[in-house]
């Protein structure tokens, strides 16, 4: 299936984790990406791991999203190189992880997290349509990841569940303005995912996390891209403002069944 050949594809933090696997879905279905993460250092290596899986129709570049300088420079590259952009995945994202609770947390840590995942979100979809969407006689796709926790809050990320549920009001105001232009603005929010965090836990708590799961397995990365090429794709031509939740069912339940007593 070659849904995405002749478009042009940027997927902001590309360079790890399902990062990798949205790229490598946009690529093997015929598109040229651009990919970002968020230094020098975590592109190239990014780069490296998509080279060896094979992969060669991406373009790699350092942006910090949160970095109004560095976005208009990512831009510049993809006009210069394909002078169009056909379909943006919002993936980057400060995780929020080790700024304890709400009362003893850096209100600069909480803003940094903000400022990636909301401001530079938005940032970048304001600049891809306004250098290219609303040029382009097809106008283009935004698709943004969110997270699950946007709806069900977890214990000391209060930035990052901040700004998750931000995301999801985002998508929601964008699909609206953006609609009558012709721009589609949808969302999959993941719940969890098999990333390299995984690789180090106890295989005790790894047990007890998958029976959170109805379906008894977190997500690969590949299931979270299936879904943001549908999103992104015309299969979905008839839908903008959606949040489209992918995570095993875990949404589904009023609570895990060893505790639903």
């Known amino acids: ?14 360079n790890r984790n399902t990062g990798l696997d949205l790229t490598e879905k946009f690529v093997r279905e015929g598109a040229k990406v651009f990919m970002c993460g968020s230094s020098e250092e975590s592109t190239a290596r990014g780069a490296a791991a998509l080279k060896a899986r094979g992969l060669d129709g991406f373009t790699a570049q350092a942006c910090d999203i949160s970095d109004a300088s560095q976005v208009a420079a990512l831009m510049d590259t993809i006009e210069r190189e394909a002078r169009r952009l ?14 304890g609770g709400p009362l003893e947390m850096d209100p600069e840590l ?14 970048v979809t304001q600049l891809a349509c306004n250098r290219f969407f609303m040029k382009q006689e097809s106008r283009g796709v935004v698709v943004f990841l969110s997270s699950n926790t946007a709806m069900r809050a977890i214990r000391h990320r209060t930035a990052y569940c901040t700004s998750k549920g931000a995301i999801n009001s ?12 012709g721009i589609r603005v949808n969302c999959c929010a993941p719940g969890y995912i098999y990333t390299e965090r995984w690789e180090t836990l106890d295989p005790a708590k790894a047990a007890r996390r998958r029976l959170n799961c109805p379906l008894r397995h977190e997500a690969k990365g590949s299931d979270i891209a299936n879904v943001v090429a549908f999103l992104a794709s015309d299969d979905s031509a008839n839908m903008t403002g959606e949040i489209v939740t992918c995570d095993a069912g875990c949404s589904c339940q009023h609570m895990p069944e060893d505790v639903d007593v």
């Open 86 to 99: 056909d379909i943006l995945v919002n993936n980057a994202a400060n995780q929020g992880i080790g700024h």
């Open 110 to 123: 909480f803003w940094d997290v903000l400022k990636t995942n909301v401001v530079g979100g938005f940032r």
């Open 170 to 181: 985002m998508v929601r105001a964008l699909a609206l303005d953006l609609a009558p232009l």
């Open 1 to 14: 299936m070659h849904r995405f050949e002749g478009k042009v594809v940027l997927v902001t933090g590309g």
